[in-house]
């Protein structure tokens, strides 16, 4: 990649150092909004102890309830300077990999709670950014990299586009397409194959070239990878071998290679949940509708130190201490960007939870199908955006504690023309299982036919996932069970 060319004159150099600053701003401001409650409180600690013009305020106890039937929050006094807190599953889905699913819950936590149980080991991200300073980037590199790692999913994937996250920066900066593959590059190679990988494909293809070229069936099971993955996924393994030219014993050996890759490589590092969850909104219900509040008692609250700030500005300001200038900058850009974070995060609550008025009356079969390009369209903003305000972030409802990822659904068309939800399909399939006696239990492709006969037309492999999502055995089971 190349760096930003830096002129003799002492006008440009200030111009290429501003644009350069503008783009490490652009990162931190996205960090900031990425960070869900735990990891904000812990960042706001960190920069209490280290900017003296940052002081913390206490936040007032008003006794309120934080889930409300009726009346929505009380008004509070502000503070200007203070911070308020298609049919078929793909491949990953259905191909067992013996990877086992983790569970939700939530806690009520005292503050000691919370900071004794931040997690202990190293996030994705932190890893990363890690990883990138031992590749030796220059400054613009770097913040490009930076930025493509702060869109990487809980599974290591970078599920968003390359050229959205370039739409982020400064049109002024000029970055290419090129350098934004480029820079994704240096992030897959920061830490271990398969990390910011975009899909299931190039995830395993990463890890596979990573072995030694003289592994064993690794050139066929690249083959599989890159040409074969949905008849692997399938179990059409006749026709993966005719249309390969190898024999099947052949291609057993690769298909073994390839269970061995990890399909969601992000699972090694620390974890993006602990075992607690902090809700950053409520929601409450107010005569026949839903609303939505900030939980500000979980929102770190933090402010300039008015005295410091004061005495600063007798003592000449930056005139007199460039070094304290660059302190007091940067104090208001962190309250800035907990402010920004808290209004996105909001806009988001807001329009999720309007759109969605019927789940959280009726539940999962009332879910509405929305994305989130939906979201960032009326909203106005990038859709990378509205993927970082949602990533981590919580609600809490009548029906507990959930994820804004809850509330996202892909559209399904129904064979009468109609579209439904994939949330809706899956309360389908449970009300179903749950409606069967143990000994009648019905195989996955009787759940299809059964779909199909209420409208909804989705493969058997979707009902498979479904299932076992559900933590429901396959049906042989439940009847020997009920034999038994």
């Not at 600053?21 to 280290?50: I, K, N, P, Y």
């Not at 806009?347 to 759109?355: Q, T």
């Not at 999962?364 to 305000?389: E, F, H, M, Q």
């Not at 959930?402 to 579209?419: E, N």
Request: a negative charge.
């Amino acid at each position: 990649m190349n760096s930003i060319s830096i002129k003799n004159t002492p006008a440009q150099i200030a111009g290429a150092e501003q644009k350069i600053g503008m783009s490490v701003r652009t990162m931190t401001s996205l960090r900031t909004l990425q960070q869900s409650v735990l990891e904000l409180q812990a960042d706001v600690r960190e920069a209490l102890a280290m900017n003296p013009f940052l002081e913390e305020v206490e936040a007032a106890t008003d006794g309120e309830s934080d889930l409300e039937e009726e009346g929505g929050p009380t008004d509070a006094i502000s503070d200007p300077d203070v911070v308020p807190g298609n049919e078929t599953a793909p491949p990953e889905d259905y191909i067992e990999w013996g990877a086992g699913a983790q569970s939700e819950t939530s806690l009520d936590v005292s503050a000691f709670d919370v900071a004794c149980n931040l997690p202990a080991t190293p996030s994705l991200l932190e890893m990363v950014t890690r990883g990138l300073f031992d590749l030796g980037l220059d400054e613009r590199g770097h913040c490009l990299a930076e930025l493509i790692a702060g869109g990487l999913d809980e599974d290591g994937y970078l599920r968003e586009n390359l050229n959205e996250l370039r739409d982020l920066l400064d049109p002024s900066l000029g970055v290419s397409l090129e350098e934004m593959q480029s820079a994704l590059k240096h992030v897959q190679d920061a830490v271990m194959p398969g990390i910011g990988a975009r899909n299931l494909t190039e995830c395993l293809e990463l890890q596979l070239l990573a072995l030694p070229e003289p592994t064993p069936a690794r050139a066929l099971a690249l083959r599989v990878v890159q040409e074969q993955l949905s008849s692997l996924a399938g179990h059409h393994f006749f026709q993966m071998a005719a249309g390969l030219g190898c024999s099947r014993d052949e291609l057993a050996h690769a298909c073994e290679l390839i269970a061995r890759l990890d399909p969601k490589p992000g699972h090694a590092f620390g974890a993006v949940e602990t075992g607690y969850v902090v809700p950053d909104v409520v929601v409450y219900r107010k005569g026949h509708r839903w609303h939505v509040r900030a939980n500000n008692s979980a929102a770190p609250r933090a402010r300039l130190n008015p005295l410091y700030t004061r005495l600063y500005a007798l003592a000449g300001g930056a005139h007199e201490s460039p070094a304290m200038a660059e302190q007091l900058r940067e104090a208001r850009w962190k309250l800035r960007d907990i402010q920004n974070r808290n209004s996105t995060i909001l806009r988001v609550a807001e329009y999720l939870v309007e759109k969605q008025q019927a789940f959280f009356t009726y539940g999962d079969s009332a879910l509405r199908a929305i994305s989130l390009k939906d979201v960032a369209d009326t909203l106005g903003v990038n859709p990378s955006t509205i993927s970082r305000a949602t990533s981590n972030k919580y609600m809490q409802t009548s029906r507990g504690t959930i994820s804004f990822k809850c509330l996202f659904s892909r559209d399904l068309v129904t064979t009468t023309g109609g579209r439904c939800s994939t949330a809706s399909a899956k309360a389908a399939v449970a009300a179903i299982i749950a409606a069967e006696t143990e000994a009648g239990a019905m195989t996955d492709r009787a759940i299809t036919h059964a779909l199909a006969s209420e409208g909804i037309r989705i493969a058997r492999r979707t009902v498979t996932k479904y299932r076992q999502q559900l933590g429901k055995l396959p049906a042989n089971v439940r009847r020997e069970r009920a034999d038994g």
